[in-house]
């Protein structure tokens, strides 16, 4: 009798988004996905026994993810969330941009906060206030 058995297959499992941060790889400010992955040891390519644990913050615009300690990530997700940290946002929020030159259709997931940056001109702006006049101006 034989036995197939491995280690490093991982599942990932979305926690929700934290508010509009500085990306340490790409430098822009957008909200950071809250990630936590789990590596697991296999039996017969069925994940068993997890074997370790990485929480991460990864940037919405580039993707690349920052390493966090247990305690930090906790803290991010309690302020991010509220109490219901397994609820993903629901539907996205669109906004014009607010430089005259540039005047993009952004999309952000619901429940972003805070300063965000538009991907095409760079201009940083605090996303509350632009959905606030998008919507006077539909009102009209």
């Known amino acids: 009798m034989f036995f197939i ?4 297959k991982e599942t990932v499992k979305d926690r929700g988004w934290s508010s509009a941060k500085k990306c340490s790889s790409c430098e822009r400010i957008a909200p950071q996905a809250l990630v936590e992955v789990t590596t697991w040891f296999t039996l017969f390519f069925i994940p068993v026994i997890p074997t370790g644990k990485k929480r991460v913050l990864a ?16 803290r991010e997700l309690d302020a991010a969330s509220g109490p219901f940290p397994d609820a993903p946002p629901v539907g996205l929020v669109e906004v014009t941009c607010p430089n005259s030159l540039c005047k993009a259709h952004l999309q952000f997931p619901a429940g972003t906060m805070g300063i965000v940056q538009c991907t095409k001109c760079s201009a940083q702006f605090d996303l ?3 959905v606030s006049a998008d919507s006077k101006r539909l009102a009209m």
Do not use: D, H, I, N
Request: proline share 4%.
């Open 5 to 8: 058995f491995g280690w490093g």
């Open 59 to 74: 940037c919405q615009t580039c993707g690349v993810g920052t390493v966090f300690p247990k305690e930090e990530f906790e």
């Open 128 to 130: 509350s206030e632009a």
